[in-house]
C-alpha cells in the first residue's frame, strides 16, 4: 500500500474534526442515553445511575457559567 505521508497539521485537523463530530454525538444524547454509552464494568463511577447524576451536574454546571473563550485556562 503506497500512501503519502500526513503532514502534522492536516493530522491535527483530522483529530480536531473527529473530536468536535463526538462531542456533538454525545451533547445530542440525552443524560441516560449518554450515562449508558459511557458505562462500563469497573467505571470510577460505579453505576450507570451514578454516571447520569454526574452528566446532569455537569450539564447544569455548563449552562450556568459564563462562556469561555480561553480553554487553556
Known amino acids: 500500500m503506497n500512501r503519502r ?3 502534522r497539521e ?3 485537523s483530522a483529530a480536531a474534526r473527529a473530536l468536535t463530530a ?3 454525538k454525545r451533547a445530542a444524547m440525552s443524560p441516560r442515553e449518554a450515562a449508558e454509552a ?3 464494568p469497573g467505571h470510577p463511577l460505579g453505576s450507570v445511575d451514578a454516571i447520569e447524576t ?4 455537569r450539564r447544569k ?3 450556568t457559567s459564563p462562556a469561555r473563550t480561553d480553554r487553556a485556562a
Not at 54 to 57: A, K, M, P, S, V
Open 10 to 12: 492536516a493530522a491535527i
Open 38 to 40: 459511557a458505562y462500563y
Open 61 to 63: 454546571a455548563a449552562a
Open 54 to 57: 454526574e452528566i446532569l451536574r
Open 5 to 7: 505521508p500526513v503532514t
Open 22 to 24: 463526538g462531542v456533538a
